[in-house]
């Protein structure tokens, strides 16, 4: 069986900096592409940051410059940097993993964490 779970979220000011993890257990083989996913109120769910196995990293536009992803793949986990955080960062944080394990590759979405930016 696998778990994925995530921590670090929480209330930061504005201009603040946050890092987010997000931990693999269970019988894994491997683990491909990693990435975070944020939703705010009303809004759809957006790619924030992925990284792949090489670790070869992709952004969305609105966080390109302040965060930064990466991965220590001995310890099954990605981490999200969040710098300069703003008001517009304010949403529920989400990994998603492609993960080989004994049941297959599958895709796996963590708990979601929040985090919100204010004064």
């Known amino acids: 069986q696998v778990q994925v779970v995530e921590s670090g979220g929480g209330l930061v000011q504005p201009g603040g900096s946050l890092r987010l993890s997000c931990a693999a257990s269970?019988?894994?083989?491997?683990?491909?592409?990693m990435g975070w996913y944020r939703q705010a109120p009303g809004k759809q769910r957006e790619l924030v940051a992925s990284?792949?196995?090489?670790?070869?990293?992709i952004y969305g536009d609105s966080v390109k410059g302040r965060f930064a992803i990466s991965r220590d793949n001995a310890k099954k986990t990605v981490y999200l940097q969040m710098n300069s955080l703003k008001p517009e960062d304010t949403a529920v944080y989400s990994c998603n993993l492609d993960i080989f394990s004994a049941l297959g590759v599958k895709n796996y979405w963590g708990q979601g964490t929040q985090v919100t930016v204010s004064s």
């Open positions: 990284i792949t196995s090489t670790g070869s990293a």
């Open positions: 269970g019988s894994i083989f491997s683990i491909f592409t």
